[in-house]
């Protein structure tokens, strides 16, 4: 089966960096795009990142360009979100997930057939 599993969430100050993991089982990297997302109390789901499948390419959010940054390893199967000077907005739970309808230059979805368990994102002063 496919499982998406994150990881690397913690407690940062203002401005601080973290790096989360989202690693992938039972589905190589080249198949379907795999975006990540968070959700804070109160706010909506939120696409961050995605990397496309065929290429590496990617796409960000105009709110996370130039602070957060994801990245594939195919030999780890795993896909990596760098996030740095990270700001009170920031905290959420973080999401990797994945479709077979999934692609980073197309409609937004409601659902999606994998997601992960989710990781803390806290910061604070």
């Known amino acids: 089966q496919v499982q998406l599993v994150e990881s690397g969430g913690g407690l940062v100050q203002p401005g601080g960096s973290l790096r989360l993991s989202c690693t992938v089982s039972?589905?190589?990297?080249?198949?379907?795009?795999i975006g990540w997302f968070r959700q804070a109390p109160g706010r909506e789901r939120e696409g961050v990142s995605c990397?496309?499948?065929?290429?590496?390419?990617?796409l960000n959010a105009d709110s996370v360009k130039g602070r957060l940054t994801i990245s594939r390893d195919n030999d780890k199967n795993t896909i990596y979100l760098q996030m740095d000077d990270l700001k009170p907005e920031d905290p959420a739970i973080y999401y990797c997930a994945t479709d077979k309808y999934y692609y980073c230059a197309g409609p937004k979805l409601t659902k999606f057939d994998y997601w992960g368990q989710g990781t803390q994102v806290t910061v604070s002063s």
């Open positions: 039972g589905l190589s990297l080249d198949v379907y795009d």
């Open positions: 990397i496309d499948a065929s290429d590496g390419s990617t």
